[in-house]
C-alpha cells in the first residue's frame, strides 16, 4: 500500500490556495478575450479590457485578482490504494489552508454563522472526498467568493416541469442574480440525483475546463441553449447591459427519483479560481 | 470612448449635482471603507446617539473588505463588494451626510430615493478587478473597528479611481435602463 505523509498534503494546499487566487486558468482567460470581441456594448467592451488587464496586474505584481479570495473549498479524490501518515488529514488540509492565507496575504473571510466571530486565518475549509481506484491523491483547490455564492439557487422541480421548468427556473435565478454576482459569469448546473447531490454536482461542474462541452450530447445541446438564453437577457458584464453575460454553461446529471427533479445552479463570477495537484 | 470626467472626495456638490449616469470618472481624494458588519455598528452608534468614528458630512463610502498588505505596499487587491448588502443601512447614513458611495450591482427603490433626496451619488467600480484597483490607493490607515479585520474602516487616499456612475442625484439609474437595451426575445 502506497503511503504519503500529510504533510506533504499541508504543503500543497498552501501553494494551491496561493496560486488559484493570483493566476487564473488560460481557460478562463480564452473565454474573456472571444467575449471583448463578441461584446457590442460600450461598457462592456471596457469592463473586459479592465478585467484582463487586472489578470495581469496580478501576476506580475502577485496580488489576488480579487479581493474575495473566498471560503477555501478543496476536492480530494482518494486512490482507495492510498495510507495517509503523520497525522489527520482534515487537519493537514486546514493546516495547508491557514498556511497559505498567511504566506499569500490572502484575505481572510470565513467566520461562525450566528455569532459572525472571525475565526481570522480562513479555516474551516469545506472538504469533499471521493474514493477511487488507484494510488494517488487529487487535491483540487477552488476558493469561492461570497457575492455569486450567494445568488445561487437549488429548487426541487416537479418531473412535470421538465427541461422547460429546468430552464426557466436557471433564467429566473440569473435575472434575480443581476449585477450582483460580478457577470460576465459561468454557470455550473447540477441536474438529477437528491437535493446534495445536486448542489455538489453544480459546484463540480465548475472545475470543468471553461467551455468545453458535456460528453453527453442531450445535455451538451441544453448548456448550448442556456447559454443563449442567459446572453439574451442583456443584463451584460456587470449588469450595466451588453450581449455577454455568461462565459459558459457547464451541466452534470445523476439519475434521480421518480418523484424528483431536483436543479441545482451554482453562480460563479470570471475569477474561476482552481488549481490541482496529484500526489 | 467619451472623455473621463475628474471628481474629488469629500463630495463637492457641484461636482455630484453635474453628473449623469452613464459618466465615467477617475475620483481622488480621501474615502472610508466600509462594509457589512462596519455599516451595522455605523447605524448602531447613529441610533444610540453616539459620535462616528469620522465625520460623515460629504464623505464618500467604498464597500470593500481588502485582502492584506504584502509588505511595501499600501494594500492589496481591493476591489468593490454587492453594494445591496447595505441597503437597509444607506438611507440614514445620506440623510446624517453621507454623498457618495462606491459599490457595484444594484440598489433598492428606498436608496434610489434617498440618493435623490438629498442629491448624492451612487458610483460603481468593476467587480472583480482588485488588482487594478489597489493601483489608485496611495495611502492606507484604520479609522476604528480593527476586531472586524477586513471589515474594519479605513481611511484611504486615492488617486484617478475608474468608477461609473450608476445612479445619480436626479434619481436616474443605470442598472433599470442599461440592460433593457440589449435584452432580446
Known amino acids: ?279 | 470612448m467619451s472623455k473621463i470626467k475628474l471628481i474629488q472626495a469629500p463630495a463637492i456638490q457641484e461636482q455630484i449635482t453635474k453628473l449623469l449616469i452613464g459618466e465615467k470618472v477617475y475620483l481622488s481624494g480621501v474615502i472610508y471603507t466600509a462594509r457589512d458588519a462596519a455599516h451595522q455598528r455605523l447605524v448602531n452608534q447613529l441610533q444610540a446617539g453616539q459620535p462616528l468614528p469620522f465625520e460623515l458630512k460629504n464623505q464618500a463610502l467604498f464597500y470593500v473588505g481588502p485582502s492584506p498588505a504584502k509588505p511595501g505596499r499600501v494594500l492589496g487587491a481591493c476591489g468593490p463588494t454587492t453594494s445591496s448588502r447595505m441597503d437597509s443601512y444607506t438611507p440614514i447614513l445620506l440623510e446624517k451626510g453621507l454623498k457618495m458611495m462606491i459599490g457595484k450591482g444594484q440598489r433598492s427603490a428606498e436608496v434610489v430615493d434617498a440618493i435623490k433626496r438629498n442629491k448624492a451619488v451612487y458610483l460603481v467600480a468593476i467587480g472583480g478587478a482588485g488588482a487594478l484597483m489597489s493601483q489608485c490607493i496611495k495611502k492606507a490607515e484604520l479609522v476604528d473597528y480593527p476586531d472586524l479585520g477586513a471589515e474594519a474602516i479605513r481611511r484611504l487616499e486615492v488617486e484617478k479611481m475608474p468608477l461609473i456612475v450608476a445612479i445619480d442625484s436626479q434619481g436616474n439609474n443605470l442598472f433599470a435602463v442599461g440592460p433593457k437595451q440589449y435584452a432580446r426575445e
Open chain 1, 1 to 279: 500500500m502506497r503511503e504519503i505523509n500529510v504533510a506533504q498534503v499541508t504543503e500543497t494546499v498552501a501553494q494551491l490556495c496561493i496560486d488559484a487566487c493570483l493566476y487564473l486558468g488560460d481557460d478562463v482567460v480564452e473565454l474573456l478575450r472571444q467575449a471583448r470581441k463578441k461584446e457590442v456594448s460600450d461598457f462592456g467592451c471596457y469592463i473586459f479590457e479592465r478585467l484582463l488587464e487586472n489578470l495581469n496586474i496580478a501576476a506580475e505584481q502577485e496580488i489576488p485578482i480579487c479581493q474575495d479570495t473566498g471560503m477555501t473549498v478543496v476536492f480530494l479524490k482518494i486512490g482507495q490504494e492510498l495510507h495517509f501518515t503523520g497525522g489527520n488529514l482534515t487537519d493537514a488540509i486546514n493546516k495547508g489552508v491557514r498556511l497559505g492565507y498567511q504566506r499569500g496575504y490572502l484575505r481572510k473571510s470565513v467566520l461562525t454563522p450566528l455569532e459572525r466571530v472571525n475565526t481570522n486565518d480562513n479555516t474551516p475549509a469545506v472538504i469533499h472526498t471521493a474514493i477511487v481506484p488507484g494510488d494517488r491523491l487529487k487535491i483540487i483547490v477552488a476558493p469561492k467568493g461570497g457575492g455569486s455564492e450567494n445568488m445561487s439557487r437549488l429548487k426541487m422541480l416537479k418531473p412535470a416541469d421538465g427541461i422547460e421548468g429546468i430552464k426557466k427556473f436557471v433564467l429566473e435565478t440569473i435575472v434575480e442574480a443581476g449585477a450582483s454576482p460580478c457577470p460576465p459569469i459561468i454557470l455550473g448546473i447540477g441536474i438529477g440525483g437528491t437535493m446534495e447531490k445536486a448542489a455538489l454536482m453544480s459546484k463540480e461542474a465548475l472545475l470543468r475546463r471553461a467551455g468545453t462541452s458535456s460528453s453527453d450530447p442531450i445535455v451538451a445541446k441544453l448548456e448550448k441553449e442556456m447559454l443563449e438564453l442567459v446572453n439574451k437577457t442583456g443584463i451584460g458584464p456587470q449588469g450595466l447591459g451588453g450581449n455577454v453575460t455568461a462565459l459558459a454553461v457547464h451541466i452534470e446529471t445523476y439519475p434521480t427519483h421518480i418523484a424528483a427533479l431536483p436543479v441545482a445552479v451554482n453562480i460563479q463570477c470570471h475569477a474561476a479560481r482552481h488549481q490541482e495537484a496529484i500526489l
